[in-house]
């Protein structure tokens, strides 16, 4: 694991206060898993166990970029007034932004075509473009399949052919990156010296941003076990976060 962490706090004139954060980090092995030994969601079962290179890669949970930034900003009170400039006095602005690229995924064969014979069958297609991304961006089609091919036979011996590991490896591509911007208004209401209500109103994904999930597992297959290109290889079915939400809270502190 290696990474390269950054962060500015800055505190402004009349309270203003946030944070910048930048991390860059890259996280290679050959097996990924949880704490509890679980496998992630985007990790791939029944990989070659006689030639651990094939394996080693970009981790299931390598997040290569991660940047974020919050601020907190005091209202301008309105000194003079009754009843109601009271209602305007006492509030505070916030904001959280998160940004990050995408998690690493692995685009395979479905089926046995290496007659594995095993309860994890896997199979890789050919690369064959190296020179750019392979991903359609913010597409509901996200994987590009002209990158890839299926492999052809491999000749052993004269008139003995056989079916051929492909040259992509495991987490080549990475999936869509993650945008998240939460934004709210806090005011305190002092009552008495012990007694303050707190009234926020929060706005979560305020931009409404799409955050597609990785594709499925059966959306990494590209090819079928017989050569066919898969209809849905690299289709986008869900997300990875909520769209937006508003929330309404009322606190009594004491």
Request: with cysteine.
């Amino acid at each position: 694991y290696h990474s390269l962490q950054t962060s500015i706090s800055y505190s402004a004139p009349k309270g203003i206060t946030g944070k910048v954060a930048y991390t860059w980090s890259h996280s290679i092995d050959d097996s990924s898993s949880a704490v509890s030994g679980a496998a992630f969601g985007n990790s791939v079962s029944g990989l070659p166990a006689f030639d651990l290179r094939l394996d080693r890669a970009d981790s299931d949970f390598d997040l290569r970029n991660v940047f974020s930034a919050n601020a907190v900003a005091p209202l301008p009170n309105i000194e003079r007034g009754g009843i109601y400039t009271a209602i305007l006095r006492h509030w505070t602005f916030n904001n959280i932004f998160s940004i990050r690229s995408g998690i690493p995924f692995t685009p395979i064969i479905g089926g046995d075509p290496l007659g594995l014979l095993g309860s994890q069958p896997f199979a890789f297609p050919d690369r064959v473009v190296h020179n750019r991304p392979c991903t359609n961006g913010h597409n509901i089609n996200y994987i590009d399949s002209s990158c890839f091919a299926f492999p052809t036979p491999y000749n052993y011996a004269a008139g003995l052919n056989g079916p051929r590991l492909g040259t992509s490896r495991r987490n080549t591509l990475d999936g869509p990156g993650f945008f998240f911007w939460t934004t709210g208004l806090m005011k305190d209401q002092p009552i008495t010296d012990r007694l303050r209500a707190q009234f926020q109103i929060q706005a979560f994904n305020v931009s409404n941003h799409t955050n597609f999930a990785n594709p499925a597992s059966a959306q990494t297959q590209i090819y079928n076990v017989s050569g066919a290109l898969s209809s849905t290889a690299g289709l986008l079915t869900s997300t990875a976060a909520q769209g937006r939400q508003l929330q309404f809270a009322l606190k009594l502190i004491f």
